[in-house]
């Protein structure tokens, strides 16, 4: 298990430590440009919101074409995780 935050915080299950790897995976894939590895991370149904201008793409077709747009336009952009954010368990 990986440990996030302080001593007693919070520590990762299995599914969660498995979503951190597969986000570190998708922007390792971003920033080398690799767009099999950057799509092989996502869902085949993906919905991607892109919050700068609201647009809403469907499907690894629209966001394979986001990436080449983005990645034309910024030919060395870096993705890093500053930041995890976890939400508590809700109880059952």
Excluded: C
Excluded at 23 to 28: G, K, S, T
Excluded at 51 to 80: C, F, H, M, Q
């Amino acid at each position: 298990m990986v440990q996030i935050g302080n001593p007693g915080e919070h520590v990762l299950t299995a599914t969660e430590h498995a979503n951190v790897r597969l986000v570190l995976e998708h922007f390792a894939a971003e920033s080398k440009h690799d767009h099999a590895a950057t799509l092989a991370t996502l869902a085949d149904a993906i919905e991607y919101r892109n919050i700068s201008n609201a647009s809403v793409l469907r499907g690894k077709e629209e966001v394979s074409r986001y990436y080449d747009a983005w990645w034309t336009a910024s030919p060395r952009p870096r993705t890093s995780v500053r930041t995890w954010v976890f939400r508590p368990r809700e109880s059952a």
